[in-house]
C-alpha cells in the first residue's frame, strides 16, 4: 500500500515522502496516528501542488535576502562605547546591541540571532559583521566601533 508521510517518520522516510509500506502497518500505525495518509490521486495532487507552493515560496525567501543583502553592501554602523583611561573599552558590543544599531541607523530589522560574528568586539576599530539571512545568502555590513564622548 502507498502512503503519503505527513510526519517525518523514524523508519519509513521524511514528511512529503511516498513510501510503500504493508497494509497492516498502514492500517494499524501510520494512518490511525495521522503519520501519513492513503496515496490516492486526490492526496498525490494535493501533494504536487503543496510541493510547488513550497518551491514558490523558497524564491521569494532567496530573493528577498538576496535584496536585503544588496542593501547591507557596504553599509557601516557606528557603535559608541565608553572607554577607560588606555583606551580599552568597559564590556563588549554584542549581537543584540548590532541589530539595534541596525534598526536605528539603517531602517532595516535584522534578526540577532542570524548576526554571526567570529570574535566578540572589545576594542575601538572597524570590524566586519556577517549577518546569515538565508541558508545561501550571507550579507556582510561594516561595524565601527568609536569612543563615547
Known amino acids: ?53 513550497d518551491e514558490k515560496v523558497a524564491a521569494e525567501n532567496l530573493a528577498a535576502a538576496q535584496k536585503l543583502a544588496a542593501e547591507l553592501k557596504d553599509k557601516k554602523v557606528v557603535a559608541s562605547v565608553k572607554v577607560g583611561e588606555n583606551g580599552k573599552t568597559f564590556g563588549s558590543v554584542s549581537t543584540k546591541e548590532i541589530a539595534e544599531l541596525i534598526k536605528t541607523q539603517l531602517g532595516l530589522d535584522v534578526d540577532k540571532k542570524k548576526i554571526v560574528m567570529a570574535d566578540a568586539v572589545k576594542a575601538l576599530g572597524g570590524y566586519t559583521v556577517g549577518i546569515k539571512l538565508h541558508p545561501q545568502v550571507t550579507a556582510e555590513l561594516l561595524l565601527d566601533v568609536v569612543e563615547k564622548k
Do not use: C, W
Not at 517518520?9 to 500505525?29: D, H, M, P, T, W
Not at 501510520?30 to 501542488?49: C, D, F, I, Q, S
Open 1 to 53: 500500500m502507498k502512503v503519503i508521510l505527513i510526519q517525518d517518520v523514524k523508519s519509513l522516510g521524511k514528511k512529503g515522502e511516498i513510501v510503500e509500506v504493508n497494509q497492516g502497518y498502514a492500517r494499524n500505525f501510520v494512518l490511525p496516528k495521522k503519520l501519513g495518509v492513503e496515496a490516492t490521486p486526490e492526496n498525490l495532487n494535493n501533494l504536487k501542488l503543496k510541493n510547488q507552493n
